[in-house]
Structures are given as structure tokens and as C-alpha cells.
């Protein structure tokens, strides 16, 4: 069974930055959209960013001009930088990847935590 690992969560001050990345662990062909949800407490999960096949990328309103998703096909790895971080960038991120024919796979999520 292909798992997503996540990594480069942390605790960073705010105006700080963090990348995150998301790596399958055996190849997976035929991926289709990536991205990130983040889960802050007492608030419902939501999308902060995803990219095509083709690299076209979509941002949450909250984090454009700041979040850089990004991904490598060849190491079946995405990633999004975080810059000028905030206190209310904090929460779980979670990456997923649609692949053709085997539905969403899921990363474990990864704490993101953004000290005033």
C-alpha cells in the first residue's frame, strides 16, 4: 500500500518560513491534481492549495502572494513553501494526490504551529 509521507512541519515565529513536503513511498504513475488542506482547531478542514498535472495552481484567498506550491513528477513529490507566515497559518496540513483509476491518497498531516 502507497502511503504519502509528509515532512518540514514545525514551530516558527510569525514572518517566518517553512516548506513542506510530501513524497510517495513507491512510485505511483498517472497523478492527477496534488495539494494541501490544513485543519486549524475548532475550524473545518480546508483547501490552502493544489496544482494539475499541467502545474496550473489554485491558493486560498489567505495565503496568495505567500504559499508556493510546487511538485517534481519524476520523485512523485510535492511541496509548498511558506513564507511571512501568520498565527492564524496555523494547524494540521494534510497533502493528497488523485491518481487515475485509485481515487485520493492521503498524507498523515503534519503540525504547523505560528508563534505571535
Known amino acids: 500500500q502507497v502511503q504519502l509521507v509528509e515532512s518540514g512541519g514545525g514551530l516558527v515565529q510569525a514572518g517566518g518560513s517553512l516548506r513542506l513536503s510530501c513524497a510517495a513511498s513507491?512510485?505511483?504513475?498517472?497523478?492527477?491534481?496534488m495539494g494541501w488542506y490544513r485543519q486549524a482547531p475548532g475550524k473545518e478542514r480546508e483547501l490552502v492549495a493544489d496544482?494539475?498535472?499541467?502545474?496550473?495552481?489554485n491558493y486560498a484567498d489567505s495565503v496568495k502572494g505567500r504559499f508556493t506550491i510546487s511538485r517534481d513528477n519524476a520523485k512523485n513529490t510535492m511541496y509548498l513553501q511558506m513564507n511571512s507566515l501568520k498565527p492564524e497559518d496555523t494547524g494540521v496540513y494534510y497533502c493528497?494526490?488523485?491518481?487515475?483509476?485509485?481515487?485520493?491518497?492521503w498524507g498523515q498531516g503534519t503540525q504547523v504551529t505560528v508563534s505571535s
Open positions: 513507491a512510485t505511483i504513475f498517472s497523478i492527477n491534481d
Open positions: 493528497y494526490f488523485v491518481v487515475s483509476r485509485r481515487g485520493t491518497y
Open positions: 496544482i494539475s498535472s499541467g502545474g496550473n495552481t
